[in-house]
């Protein structure tokens, strides 16, 4: 796949017969990078080996790209460099092997060791702390909120355990740059007049999981209120968003994944007023 969203570029490195690792773990890049690694030829077919997003998350903060794979000695491999959404600028790229721009010298980026690589202090998002949901209760499987209008009421103060498996992907709008390309299930909250809070900050919680939150009727319009994608202190592949809510509103959410992926994951939703009581039953 390539992004429609952004430009990219692209770098040959010929295989070691060892694992290959490229990064572009740097502080120095102008922009959050997403990147694909190939096998094949530009002319004709190619496939691909590895794609990697935000894995420097677990390097140096950073929301860019870390790839490792084992290489077959000899075998040409395609690395495209694209920005995650709309992003561009320039960029630091280095392998453990020989990696070589295959673009003009005035868009291909110079390679770099890895002991040039630190901290993305710049880039880091900002983490805000969520208190420790309440013990989940168990809920049947998925397929039953698949549907806007078959949403699970979330109660204020409650933690469930839902599932994305066997979901499908729905065609409600984007709230983000991002197109939605994995399933999801959906909840209904209401207003309190107070900030809401919803999160998925939890031990149990697989996906790289986003979240759409909306008004309006699932048989009419839905209008995006706030979207989430990361943010959870301690869980930098979960996602947490506040939003001062309307007394009496009902609020949609599609929870999801950024990756095209499916799994369960524990949802919590707050009254910040109030705080988490006991997990629904």
Not at 89 to 98: H, P, Q, T, V
Not at 146 to 167: F, P, Q, Y
Not at 188 to 217: A, Q, R
């Amino acid at each position: 796949p390539v992004s429609d969203t952004a430009p990219g570029v692209w770098y040959k490195i010929i295989g070691t017969g060892n694992d290959i690792t490229v990064s572009t773990c740097f502080e120095e890049n102008e922009f959050s990078t997403r990147m694909f690694v190939y096998e094949g030829n530009c002319t004709g077919s190619m496939t691909c080996v590895v794609t990697d997003l935000a894995g420097c998350r677990e390097v140096d903060g950073s929301f860019s790209s870390i790839a490792t794979w084992p290489s077959v000695l000899g075998r040409d491999y395609m690395v495209l460099v694209h920005g995650l959404g709309l992003g561009s600028g320039s960029f630091l790229i280095s392998a453990d092997g020989e990696l070589s721009p295959t673009a003009s010298p005035s868009t291909a980026e110079p390679s770099v060791s890895p002991s040039s690589a630190k901290p993305s202090a710049s880039m880091r998002p900002s983490l805000s702390h969520q208190p420790t949901p309440s013990p989940p209760t168990p809920e049947p499987s998925a397929n039953f909120n698949d549907e806007c209008s078959e949403a699970k009421i979330l109660n204020m103060g409650s933690s469930v355990i839902g599932s994305t498996i066997d979901a499908t992907i729905d065609d409600s709008p984007d709230c983000s740059i991002f197109r939605k390309t994995s399933p999801g299930v959906w909840y209904k909250i209401i207003g309190t007049g107070n900030e809401i809070t919803i999160h998925t900050c939890h031990d149990d919680t697989e996906l790289f999981s986003e979240m759409s939150i909306y008004e309006g009727s699932c048989l009419g319009e839905l209008t995006c209120v706030v979207y989430a994608i990361w943010g959870c202190d301690g869980y930098p592949y979960h996602s947490t968003v506040t939003w001062p809510s309307v007394e009496g509103r009902e609020y949609m959410i599609l929870v999801y994944s950024f990756f095209n992926e499916v799994g369960s994951f524990v949802i919590t939703v707050v009254d910040d007023e109030v705080g988490e009581v006991a997990p629904q039953q």
